[in-house]
């Protein structure tokens, strides 16, 4: 780890990133000596899309490049950024996925799309979460707990903590992977949780102003 961002060695050629407290987005583009970057209008939605088709509006929560010297940047405070990685044919995602980004399934529609577009295959990616809130923090009301339990009802999701509930969204998330035919060897998680990390990373639930910022590039 450096002062500034937390880094990745998924290969030679991939440059992944996560940045600390206190460094910007532009900072990081800077410091990285990068020309080209795309990050999206992020509405906690399931809308994923290549850089040659992004709409108009940039609205969305997730981008996917076959190209070089372009970065895919997302933001978040307590939400998964997650990096996609086809090691074979050099093919990159990043998504937003907060709980409803989850709830609408945005890691099986980022997969999908590059193995339609890209002909991925499932065995050669890798998936990278980054620092998120976690299962030991990530408590919500009866409303949101009902909205998950409908669509997973897998209770080891779940933990009842007086009249609200803890949910595992990375749990949620690398499951719906592991449907797909994602190897569990090639889901790297560094298993940081932003709220108790607070003094290194923006939390929403610590009202934090700034932003987290996850980039990847292929050189």
């Known amino acids: 780890m450096s002062e500034k961002y937390i ?13 600390y407290k206190g460094y910007t987005l532009e900072n990081l583009i800077k410091d990285l000596n990068i020309d080209n970057y795309y990050i999206l209008k992020q509405i906690h939605s399931n809308k994923v899309f290549d850089i040659t088709n992004i709409p108009k509006n940039y ?19 307590d939400c ?31 997969i999908n799309q590059m193995k339609e577009k890209y002909n991925s295959v499932s065995k050669d990616i890798k998936i990278v979460f980054n620092p998120s809130i976690r299962e030991c923090c990530f408590e919500v009301d009866n409303d949101v707990y009902d909205l998950f339990i409908k669509k997973y009802k897998d209770k080891s999701y779940y933990q009842k903590v007086g009249n609200k509930y803890l949910i595992n969204l990375v749990k949620i998330i690398k499951d719906d992977a592991k449907k797909l035919g994602i ?37």
């Not at 086809?86 to 980004?101: A, C, V």
Request: glycine share 4%; hydrophobic share 35%.
């Open 7 to 19: 880094t990745y060695n998924i290969d030679n050629n991939i440059e992944c990133y996560y940045t």
């Open 59 to 77: 609205e969305g929560d997730g981008l996917i490049t076959n190209k070089s010297n372009i970065a895919l940047v997302t933001k978040s405070k």
């Open 80 to 110: 998964n950024s997650i990096f996609i990685i086809d090691t074979k044919n050099k093919i990159l995602g990043n998504i937003h996925s907060g709980w409803k980004g989850t709830l609408k399934s945005i890691i099986t529609i980022a």
């Open 183 to 219: 190897k569990e060897e090639n889901i790297i998680d560094n298993n940081i949780c932003t709220l108790c990390n607070r003094k290194l990373f923006n939390s929403h639930r610590n009202n934090d102003i700034e932003l987290n910022y996850a980039l990847i590039i292929k050189r």
